[in-house]
Structure formats: structure tokens, C-alpha cells
């Protein structure tokens, strides 16, 4: 069985400081994952997805995570945030069967001007 | 293409009355899921389709919902007997298949029943 967890549901930062969101997961298998965002009245957007190549994978919009195995980890990561980053941002494994993806319960990005 | 259309965007209705969801997938994509979200939450796994057939259903799909795919193209879910508990936002979304593809989801359809 495969789950998510997101370890803060509200993260607040001022704008032009870097964002971290963080993301721990289980999975029986090699796990793909992904971190969507989802903006007011908009549909879930996908910012980047780890598929077993490189550990460190680059977005949209100047993110990136990072896989790291030993730590079942995959933390979301931005140097610098704006303004329109404020949204919705869902930590999501999926395995081989079916790429049924599990959302983790999100974490609310505020970005203070 | 536009992407994953979801129609209505917003249904309210009264308990115990059946309600309908229509989903629109990208033309090429071959997979589609259903998928449910109620507020504060992350957007839970319901069921999916390879083209027409149903492969797999979540357990919170009780027997009061039921979802198909004709020819493999669009898809409807449908919710009998609403009960105050189904109130939630619907997400639809559609897929090539091929293991890590990207899912593309629609606007969802708000339900809210009373």
C-alpha cells in the first residue's frame, strides 16, 4: 500500500524567501511521485514528477524536489517566492498498478508582500 | 483540445435525490479516474477506466455511486440517494497510461447536497 505525508498543512513566508514544503511517503514498490498545485477555482496543476532518473528534479515556476530513498523524502523547494506561488501544493506517489496516485493532505502556501 | 472538461461546475441538490456528473478526457487519453475531494483534504482515489472498462474501484465508491465510460470516451458518475455526506468536489482526470504519464484533471464539479 502506498500513502503520503504532507508535514505541514500551512506554511507562511514573505515573498522573495525561499520555500520549503515538505513531503514523506511509504510505497511497496519503486515509487513515482509528483508534486501538483492547485490555485483557487483552478484545476490540479502538475509542477514536476520523479520517475526513477535523476534524484533532483526540476519544475515550472523555479521548483524543484529532491528523491531521497533513505529518508523517504521528496520535499518541494523554491529559492525565491512570489506572490502567485500562494495555492494549494499536493505531495502524490503513485505505483505501477493501475498509476492510481495517492494525494498526501496538501499543504497551504501564504506568501506574505 | 482544451484539456478534461467537467460538467455541471456546481450542483446542489436535496438528499436523497440522484445527481449526475459528466467528464470530457483529452481525446487521446485512454485512462480516466474519478476522483473525490472534500474540504481541507487531498483529492481521494474513487475508480478508474482503461478505454471502456472499469478496472478498479476504491471502497469509498459505495453502491449509491456508479460511474461508466461508453466507447472509452467521455465518462459519468452518478450519485443515487444523495445523502449530506457525498458533499464534496468531483475531479475528473485523463491520462496516456503508460506508467508515470501525467494525469491532467479538470475543474471538478462542486456537489453540495442539503
Not at chain 1, 508535514?7 to 511517503?25: F, I, K
Not at chain 2, 436535496?14 to 480516466?32: A, M, W, Y
Not at chain 2, 481521494?44 to 461508453?70: C, I, M
Not at chain 2, 475528473?92 to 503508460?98: I, P
Amino acid at each position: 500500500a502506498q500513502s503520503v505525508t504532507q508535514l505541514d498543512s500551512h506554511v507562511s513566508v514573505s515573498e522573495g524567501t525561499p520555500v520549503l514544503l515538505r513531503c514523506n511517503y511509504s510505497s511497496s514498490y519503486s515509487p513515482s511521485l509528483f508534486w501538483y498545485v492547485q490555485h483557487p477555482n483552478k484545476g490540479l496543476q502538475l509542477l514536476l514528477k520523479y520517475t526513477s532518473a535523476a534524484t533532483l528534479v526540476k519544475g515550472i515556476n523555479g521548483f524543484e524536489a529532491e528523491f531521497k530513498k533513505s529518508e523517504t523524502s521528496f520535499h518541494l523547494t523554491k529559492p525565491s517566492a512570489h506572490m502567485s506561488d500562494a495555492a494549494e501544493y499536493f505531495c502524490v506517489v503513485s505505483e505501477w498498478a493501475g498509476n492510481m496516485l495517492t494525494f498526501g493532505g496538501g499543504t497551504r502556501l501564504m506568501v506574505k508582500p | 483540445d482544451t484539456g478534461v472538461s467537467q460538467n455541471p461546475r456546481h450542483k446542489i441538490t436535496k438528499r436523497g435525490q440522484n445527481v449526475t456528473f459528466r467528464c470530457d478526457p483529452i481525446s487521446e487519453h485512454n485512462r480516466l479516474y474519478w476522483y473525490r475531494q472534500t474540504l481541507g483534504q487531498g483529492p481521494e482515489f474513487l475508480t478508474y477506466f482503461q478505454n471502456e472498462a472499469q478496472l478498479e474501484k476504491s471502497r469509498l465508491l459505495s453502491d449509491r455511486f456508479s460511474a461508466e465510460r461508453p466507447k472509452g470516451s467521455f465518462s459519468t458518475l452518478e450519485i443515487q440517494r444523495t445523502e449530506q455526506g457525498d458533499s464534496a468536489m468531483y475531479l475528473c482526470a485523463s491520462s496516456l497510461g503508460y506508467r508515470d504519464t501525467e494525469a491532467f484533471f479538470g475543474q471538478g464539479t462542486r456537489l453540495t447536497v442539503v
